[in-house]
Antibody, heavy 113, light 112 residues
Framework: QVQLVQSGPEVKRSGASVKVSCKASGYNFVSYGISWVRQAPGQGLQWMGWINTSNGNTYYTEKYQGRITMTTDTSTSTAYMELRSLRSDDTAVYYC??????WGQGTLVTVSS | EIVMTQTPLSLSVTPGQPASISCKSSQSLLQSDGKTFLYWYLQKPGQPPQLLIYEVSNPFSGVPHRFSGSGSGTDFTLKISRVEAEDVGVYYCMQTLQLPWTFGPGTKVEIK
């Protein structure tokens, strides 16, 4: 069955970077893109961007451009999302999703000043 | 950017009664090939979102038959024929016609 398993919770200081991983299994990793979505505490869902797992092409929403990098390691079927220059309002649960169908369990990133 | 709106933003439903959520997009989600890229999700408390309906009206694998989607162009509806206790959570619509993909604000459904 399709599974996306994300890395564990992170606590970071303002200005630091975080890299969240998303390991896929149960399907051909390079056949589907990976989206990243974040959800601040008590808030709705915000789509951050997408990576084409077959060629590495990315799309980042304007809000995150310059601070975000999405990558993949096709040898381990793992996608990564790195967010830099963290601020307190980056505190959120970060989800990966196979395009938009199957979702990871989420990774809580807490940014403290 | 396509803006998605949902009404109502919250809904309290008696078990066994129907429920309906509306989603509107700021522009048509119909692509030239005839597909319409509108999706519905349910996020149960403490869980990631789960896909209910894809391309307006197609139930995703394993979704109970009481969930149905309809609509076209810019106006869409999710219906629950008979609400059950396990249906509580926040329902989101989402469009993937145009980058950036965007979600509606969510509709919180609770049981009376």
């Amino acid at each position: 069955q399709v599974q996306l398993v994300q890395s564990g919770p992170e606590v970071k200081r303002s200005g630091a970077s975080v890299k969240v991983s998303c390991k896929a299994s149960g399907y051909n990793f390079v056949s589907y893109g990976i989206s990243w979505v974040r959800q601040a505490p008590g808030q709705g869902l915000q789509w951050m961007g997408w990576i084409n797992t077959s060629n590495g092409n990315t799309y980042y929403t304007e809000k995150y451009q310059g601070r975000i990098t999405m990558t993949t390691d096709t040898s381990t079927s793992t996608a990564y999302m790195e967010l830099r220059s963290l601020r307190s309002d980056d505190t959120a649960v970060y989800y990966c999703a196979r395009v938009i169908s199957f979702w990871g369990q989420g990774t809580l990133v807490t940014v403290s000043s | 950017e396509i803006v998605m709106t949902q009404t109502p933003l919250s809904l309290s439903v008696t078990p066994g009664q129907p429920a309906s959520i509306s989603c509107k997009s700021s522009q048509s989600l119909l692509q030239s090939d005839g597909k319409t890229f509108l999706y519905w999700y349910l996020q149960k408390p403490g869980q990631p979102p789960q896909l209910l309906i894809y391309e307006v009206s197609n139930p995703f694998s394993g979704v109970p038959h009481r969930f149905s989607g309809s609509g076209s162009g810019t106006d869409f509806t999710l219906k629950i024929s008979r609400v059950e206790a396990e249906d509580v959570g926040v329902y989101y619509c989402m469009q993937t016609l145009q980058l950036p993909w965007t979600f509606g604000p969510g509709t919180k459904v609770e049981i009376k």
